[in-house]
């Protein structure tokens, strides 16, 4: 929060912004799948960071926007434009109803919830006849070059990220890290815990139900392996907790770091097996030496300097 | 009546912690709760605040009947409460903690009455720092600080005073007494039994779920139930 | 003359919060110390904080000359000191002789601890009739033989107990303190314990120590107490 601070995001978003003129396709594309883990990523902290409630079924919501937004296309004729906005509507509506008795358990016991929640939407999805089943949907896509995904992803990420930098400071803000830190209390001083954590929750799931509608849009063909795979919840989570769960940077600095290790791996090697074990060993990392993540370990290492300057 | 509990009762599995408890508080007065460890007290609070839900029994606040609201709800109304371990939104800072229960007043408001509060408890050099850096005393001068923060009507102290400096805990009752000549209204859960002799009117005291003498210090410590609860058979 | 247990100056608490502020007691040789004194004034704390389970933040605790803090609790249970918990702290589902065999885990010698099970079991033949059947199926008294036989298991020089009445009909309590006193005459151990049934503990106890807000506000044999209402005053406050 130093006086930095400012200038470095401006000098961030003027980079992001200037990129796809500077770059070719390849890089182009790089830059652009890490926008849409970078929007995932910071949805997922929007619940996890702020209330401690950590959501391991989060992916689902990425995979019915995707789904909801093809079908909408598909079989209903809609617009792309129409369909995301109902893609999200449907995570946001979904997660509110499934929030209302899950977020009701703590700690392990709403991961575990979310996780099968996850796994419920995965195997319905691969049932249904209006998904295609086993067999994917095939999704009218937009044959432009990454530019345009590279700017809605941009868009959406960005939102989202500014909607947890605003949240910091906010009424919600405050009351929600209440809950996180002291639910019981955080009641009786009056705070309707359960409501806030259903808003929140469902806020959190609007994000990566636009992110997927726009993903189907974008690799023109969706399956429940892909969207709906326990992987893509695991990625934001291993994400978050690299960079720093409760963070406004962490979570970004986490999707750069690993997805740009991700994309070297493939390119080194064309197996993503490497990739698999990496994010082992970060797992490990993270819970052994890193509990703060990265953002903590940095404010870590400036502590002794700040405290000897404060005492001097 | 500012509250009226009546046969209240609470169960966990077979064991029945609160058994046709009655609680009675007017407006201005501050209840005395003692008992042996196990005697239900907390479970008694975690009732009336709504925490727990009620196995039996009703609660009136303010002439509302409030049996089987959620806390948020009856705190709305004006019940505050303490926790026996001090329950501090610990990663937050110490004025964020105050600034909390506040919040949907207006800022310049609430900024003003937590710096209010902080100047009385000698916080304010701490006010910047997380909250879990506070000694345990502060903790539970900040956690009363909180509850204050709502302008509530009736509290409920679980132990306010543990682990609080001997010269702090003077001021502490000063301002109790003081809230008390305000109108406010306190049930206090007080080991410390010279707090109980300074400040409370009334004493309640607790055995196995429910009231077994109530009075004035000097009475209760004569009782015969209340020798046999203390001392065993 | 038993062994002897010297506290001095003992300071410890949860967090930030200081429960014991400076308690010191000595059991002078004596068979049975009683620790009593209302809730919330760290009786089980000093308990605690005397086995090792929480390390002390000051103050010093001698158990015949060696000095315990910093010990880690195995190792105090090999100088001669062994802990009941409150409720016995028994394996409900482990029979009566593997309950009794966990008591002994810190004994290397096989054979001695084979004596020492065939001695338990014949001072309590009620074990030793079920010592096959699981330690849960037992009744609440049989359960308490059990965790003092246990706790016997490494011949203890001194037993410390964290209210051994709790949770036991009326009756039994009286069984408890009269096997308490029984174990100190003919095994000639010494005993600490921490009771709420007070008129219990003084029935059997030879020294007592009242412990109130983290001080002990009475030291001495029960003779020194003058009566109930005495304590009623330690506890209440002489004001009220």
Same mark, same amino acid.
């Given at each position: ?180 830190? =002291? ?51 695991? =990625? ?77 | ?208 779920? &429910? ?23 | ?112 601890? &084979? ?122 406050? &002489?004001?009220?």
């Amino acid at each position: 929060m130093g006086p930095l601070r400012l200038p470095a995001l401006a000098a961030f978003l003027l980079l992001t912004l200037l990129a796809p003129l500077a770059l070719n396709p390849f890089w182009l594309r790089i830059l652009t799948e890490i926008l849409l883990w970078m929007g995932l990523a910071v949805s997922w902290n929007i619940i996890g960071g702020y209330t401690g409630y950590l959501n391991f079924g989060h992916g689902a919501f990425f995979g019915v926007g995707a789904y909801v937004t093809a079908i909408a296309m598909v079989h209903a004729g809609l617009p792309f434009g129409a369909g995301l906005l109902l893609g999200g509507c449907a995570s946001a509506a979904l997660a509110a109803f499934i929030g209302l008795p899950t977020l009701r358990l703590r700690g392990a016991y709403f991961a575990i919830a979310t996780w099968a929640f996850a796994e419920m939407i995965r195997q319905v999805a691969l049932l249904l006849e209006v998904t295609g089943g086993a067999f994917g949907m095939r999704v009218p896509g937009l044959l432009d070059p990454n530019f345009f995904y590279y700017v809605m992803w941009a868009a959406v990420a960005g939102t989202c990220a500014i909607t947890y930098g605003l949240m910091e400071r906010s009424r919600m803000g405050y009351k929600l890290r209440a809950i996180r830190e =002291q639910e019981e209390a955080a009641e009786t001083l009056g705070v309707a815990t359960t409501r806030l954590k259903l808003a929140a929750f469902a806020l959190s799931a609007t994000f990566p139900g636009v992110l997927g509608g726009i993903y189907g849009y974008w690799t023109t063909y969706i399956h429940p392996d892909s969207v709906l795979a326990g992987s893509v919840t695991d =990625q934001m989570v291993v994400m978050v907790l690299l960079g720093g769960l409760g963070t406004a940077v962490g979570p970004i600095l986490g999707a750069v770091l690993l997805q740009a290790v991700s994309r070297f791996l493939w390119l080194q090697t064309e197996q993503s097996v490497l990739y698999i074990i990496f994010i082992g060993l970060v797992i490990c990392v993270v819970v052994q030496l890193l509990p703060d993540g990265l953002v903590g370990l940095w404010a870590r290492l400036r502590r002794p300097q700040r405290e000897a300057g404060g005492a001097a | 009546m500012l509250l009226e509990a009546r046969d209240l009762v609470k169960r966990f599995g077979g064991l029945t912690a609160v058994s046709g408890m009655d609680l009675a508080v007017a407006p201005g007065t501050i209840v005395g709760l003692i008992g042996p460890n196990g005697s239900g007290k907390t479970t008694l609070f975690n009732l009336v605040s709504g925490l727990y839900r009620l196995d039996g029994g009703t609660v009136l606040f303010k002439g509302q009947d409030v049996t089987g609201l959620s806390p948020h709800r009856i705190a709305r109304l004006g019940l505050g409460r303490t926790f026996q371990i001090p329950a501090l939104f610990r990663k937050m800072t110490v004025e964020e903690n105050l600034w909390v229960p506040a919040i949907d007043e207006p800022w310049q408001a609430v900024r003003r009455r937590a710096a209010e509060w902080l100047d009385l408890f000698r916080l304010t050099p701490l006010r910047a720092e997380p909250a879990e850096v506070l000694s345990g005393g502060q903790q539970k001068l900040l956690e009363l600080a909180r509850a204050l923060m709502r302008d509530p009507d009736l509290l409920l102290l679980d132990e306010c005073t543990a682990g609080v400096q001997p010269a702090m805990v003077a001021e502490l009752l000063e301002a109790i007494r003081r809230l008390r000549d305000r109108g406010k209204a306190f049930v206090i859960i007080e080991h410390n039994m010279e707090v109980i002799q300074d400040l409370c009117e009334q004493i309640v005291v607790m055995h196995e779920g &429910r009231a077994i003498a109530r009075g004035d210090l000097a009475a209760v410590k004569q009782d015969a139930a209340v020798v046999e609860a203390y001392l065993g058979r | 003359m038993r062994v002897r247990l010297i506290v001095e100056g003992l300071r410890a608490g949860y967090g930030a919060l200081e429960i014991l502020h400076g308690v010191s007691l000595d059991t002078g040789g004596e068979a049975v110390t009683a620790i009593l004194g209302p809730n919330g004034s760290g009786k089980s704390t000093l308990l605690k904080a005397v086995v090792g389970v929480l390390s002390p933040w000051g103050g010093s605790v001698r158990f015949d000359g060696v000095d315990l803090i910093g010990l880690p609790p195995h190792r105090i249970v090999r100088q001669g000191v062994t802990t009941l918990p409150q409720g016995g702290g028994i394996f409900p589902r482990l029979t009566v002789q593997e309950n009794l065999l966990m008591g002994a885990y810190v004994l290397d010698d096989g054979q001695a601890v &084979r004596t020492r099970l065939a001695e338990i079991f014949a001072r309590f033949p009620v074990l030793a009739e079920r010592r096959r059947q699981a330690a849960g199926s037992l009744s609440g008294g049989q359960q308490m033989l059990l965790a003092v036989g246990r706790a016997l298991m490494t011949r203890p020089r001194l037993m410390i107990l964290d209210e051994p009445s709790a949770g036991l009909a009326p009756r039994l309590v009286a069984e408890v303190f009269d096997l308490i006193r029984g174990l100190a005459v003919e095994e000639g151990m010494a005993f600490l314990l921490v009771e709420q049934s007070v008129r219990q503990a003084l029935r059997v106890a030879d020294r007592c120590v009242v412990l109130v807000q983290g001080e002990v506000r009475f030291a001495g044999g029960p003779s020194g107490l003058s009566g109930e209402g005495q304590l009623m005053d330690l506890y209440f406050g &002489r004001r009220a």
